[in-house]
């Protein structure tokens, strides 16, 4: 059986199986009680839920999934997604303690879906956007080949339409199991969004905790405006490897968002609460800026 008819296969299993069941939500199989890993508190799962997985103590933003970040962003029922069918290959038919099929087949298993991003076309606010999100929770949202053509064919959607695009990172970086092939999704991203800034069409790039590598590394520090969520970690290389190459020690809240503020790395830090209005009135203002 080749790569596609076999997740396929298992892709329509689960989804038969997870009907009612948004296998998203990274932290959602946690028992009643969920503790804050920043400040400790032990709280209602719920209660959690319901603050969109923000620690109501001290504000600590745990991570989400990709369905839970579309549904705080997008306007009710207007995302469509697109390039569901797009599925990853294993060209160099790599190997490390496991082969990249069984990887790819794991992360299937766990989260439902064939590569770590979800894109497609919504409103917010009622303005129209390209959304694209990634999800960590498949392969440490790593850029491979498919995520590449999915962010590209979002552009091109973007540039179609004459609007905005919005990607929201959350990655650990380039895919090694796709070696050159995912590293070339950088320079392919970057060139995408190139059209896109001749063309005079806003990208807001939002990190979420964490992105690193490839990703940082490439179209998620190329947005016309960056926008971060408080205390995620945002970097190139880890600290420890920083740290015992300069044979330094880093200072306090280093690679944090606040940090990065601070250095005038990126424009805005976000409460996920106001993401959604924070980017629909910054559409609004693109908007304009391109009637003008
Ligand atoms: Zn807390």
Not at 189 to 197: E, I, N, Q, V
Request: aromatic residues 8%; contains cysteine; hydrophobic residues 40%.
């Amino acid at each position: 059986m080749d790569l596609k008819n076999f997740f396929s296969k298992i892709k329509s299993e689960i989804l038969e199986k997870e009907k009612s069941v948004d296998s998203n939500k990274i932290i959602e199989n946690q028992s009643h009680w969920v503790k804050c890993p920043s400040c400790e508190s032990m709280m209602f799962f719920k209660e959690v839920e319901n603050l969109n997985h923000v620690c109501p103590k001290c504000n600590f933003h745990m991570r989400i999934g990709a369905n839970k970040r579309i549904s705080l962003i997008a306007d009710e029922n207007s995302f469509v997604v697109f390039d569901e069918e797009l599925h990853p290959t294993d060209p160099l038919e790599f190997v490390d303690s496991k082969s990249y099929k069984k990887r790819l087949e794991e992360s299937l298993h766990k989260t439902g879906k064939t590569s770590s991003i979800m894109a497609g076309s919504c409103t917010i606010n009622g303005t129209p956007v390209e959304l694209v999100v990634f999800d960590f929770s498949f392969m440490g949202g790593s850029l491979g080949s498919v995520e590449g053509e999915k962010i590209v064919r979002a552009c091109n959607r973007a540039l179609e339409k004459n609007h905005g695009i919005i990607i929201v990172s959350a990655s650990g970086g380039a895919r090694m199991q796709e070696s050159t092939f995912s590293l070339m999704q950088m320079a392919k991203t970057s060139a995408a969004l190139k059209k896109m800034d001749n063309a005079g069409l806003p990208f807001i790039s939002i990190l979420t905790d964490p992105t690193f590598g490839g990703v940082s590394a490439s179209f998620a520090f190329l947005g016309d405006i960056l926008m971060a969520e408080p205390g995620a970690l945002i970097g190139f290389a880890g600290a420890r490897v920083i740290k015992q190459t300069i044979g330094k020690d880093l200072p306090d809240g280093f690679q944090r968002s606040e940090f990065l503020l601070e250095h005038g790395s990126i424009d805005m830090v976000v409460d996920r609460n106001d993401m959604k209005k924070t980017l629909g009135d910054l559409l609004k203002v693109f908007k304009k800026e391109s009637v003008a």
